[in-house]
């Protein structure tokens, strides 16, 4: 299975992210980096990616448990820092906020969360640490 994508850029920004899953994004770096604001930065895809990620894992997971998931709002962090000379993600913090169906085994909130963290593809890619803080509505 391979992923891919195509990026067409043109002198100044913003430029284009073609998405083999249909979207195409406006892109930049941020303003800080000499960028704009407005479009998709760089930065925000990596931490957006790690938090739909999880959200999706932890869905099916949590099925998986008994516990059907009816709302989900998460906010992501994460931690740039300069490591060895060079800037770097070094963590990111996940804030789910989750309602549940009723009847939900609530018993095996610990563990979905622990299987979650182990089953997400793009956070088990990245080189950082990658913190939950759930809470439950």
Do not use: H
Not at 43 to 69: H, P, S, T, W
């Amino acid at each position: 299975m391979d992923f891919a994508n195509t990026v067409v850029w043109s002198e100044k920004y913003p430029g284009k992210l073609l998405c083999q899953n249909g979207p195409n994004l406006d892109y930049s770096p941020p303003e800080e980096l000499e960028g704009m604001r407005g479009p998709l930065t760089p930065e925000d895809a990596f931490v957006g990616a790690a938090n739909m990620c999880f959200q999706i894992v932890f869905e099916y997971v949590a099925r998986e448990f008994g516990m059907k998931l009816a709302e989900y709002k998460c906010r992501a962090v994460g931690d740039l820092e300069t490591v060895e000379g060079y800037r770097k993600f070094v963590k990111i913090t996940l804030y789910p906020e989750m309602k549940f169906a009723s009847g939900a085994k609530m018993s095996n909130f610990d563990k979905a969360l622990s299987v979650t963290k182990r089953k997400c593809l793009v956070t088990n890619s990245m080189d950082l640490e990658v913190e939950v803080i759930p809470k439950v509505l």
